[in-house]
């Protein structure tokens, strides 16, 4: 009797995906029309996808990104390719065509959903805060930290731009390399970008931190900069971005795109906190014995200030 009921509950899937293979969602069908025009890394995705829709909508970004064998940025431009604001975009359309998604469901905060309770929040900021590290880490170009690290030591002033929430691995960076005495500067806005980057020249290096690579204000300042020589270094998610293009060297975090009620959560900032800690350590590293003197001198005044434990 077991075995009968088994079989009957294995045909049964079997007929429900072979519904759904003759009843394809409209997106679906988009993506195949389309097909012969993706770049072969866009391939990827639709291949993917094409094998694994239903579980596509359960999936972050960074889980398809690794499955499918694309990074993030990727993912991001097959998205914008059919016309889909972003990844979050597509998952919430395939999930409406496959007739997966109620109105209570709604993402609110990255994976955070209003059903969700605390342990469930703890453990998905957690595991998004970890996946992301580990995305970054895989991507990051070792010979490309090393130059930037190269550059500062050597740099006459190491000048950071930045805006919004990368304002926070900014003056991260800018904190860490003010301990080593290093001539470094920190501007968030506009005009004072724009006089800095107007005196900026060849032997000056100029960080530019921003996830999505398009700030019109950090674009305007790094072309000024760029005019006048200076090596240009950004962190960004995504490397066909207007800052990346720009740079002289870039260094590449896991993209986290928007999503829900509150915008783009603050797990790209790990992302970038852990790149400037990166660069950070690669330049005491260059610097040699003599950072072990600076890094006490610093800590000790911050000691009687009482403002370091």
Excluded at 107 to 128: M, S
């Amino acid at each position: 009797m077991k075995i009968f009921i088994l079989i009957c509950l294995l045909n049964l899937k079997g007929m429900r995906y072979t519904q759904l293979a003759q009843n394809k969602p409209p997106l679906i069908i988009k993506i195949k029309s389309n097909y012969s025009s993706f770049t072969p890394s866009l391939k990827k995705v639709a291949d993917y996808l094409f094998t694994h829709f239903e579980d596509f909508t359960h999936m972050t970004i960074n889980e398809v990104a690794r499955q499918s064998g694309v990074s993030e940025s990727t993912l991001t431009r097959f998205s914008q390719k059919i016309n889909m604001k972003n990844f979050q975009a597509l998952k919430i359309q395939l999930a409406h065509e496959l007739g997966g998604v109620e109105e209570e469901k709604e993402l609110v905060y990255g994976e955070i959903r209003f059903q969700d309770n605390i342990d469930a929040i703890i453990q998905k900021i957690y595991l998004a805060q970890e996946e992301v590290s580990k995305s970054t880490l895989q991507q990051i170009d070792r010979n490309i930290i090393e130059k930037i690290a190269s550059k500062a030591v050597e740099a006459r002033n190491i000048i950071i731009f930045c805006s919004g929430k990368s304002t926070i691995a900014g003056l991260s960076f800018f904190g860490r390399l003010s301990r080593l005495n290093m001539n470094c500067k920190i501007f968030t806005d506009l005009p004072l970008m724009m006089i800095t980057a107007a005196h900026s020249g060849p032997k000056d290096l100029v960080v530019v931190v921003s996830n999505s690579g398009t700030n019109p204000s950090l674009i305007m300042a790094a072309e000024k900069a760029k005019e006048n020589k200076a090596v240009i270094a950004t962190i960004t998610s995504y490397e066909s971005s207007p800052l990346a293009k720009l740079a002289d060297y870039c260094v590449l975090t896991a993209a986290c795109e928007e999503s829900g009620f509150f915008g783009e959560s603050t797990v790209s900032r790990v992302a970038q906190l852990l790149v400037t800690d990166i660069l950070y350590a690669t330049i005491v590293v260059k610097f040699g014995p003599a950072a072990l003197q600076l890094l006490q001198k610093s800590a000790e005044v911050l000691q009687k200030m009482g403002q370091e434990k």
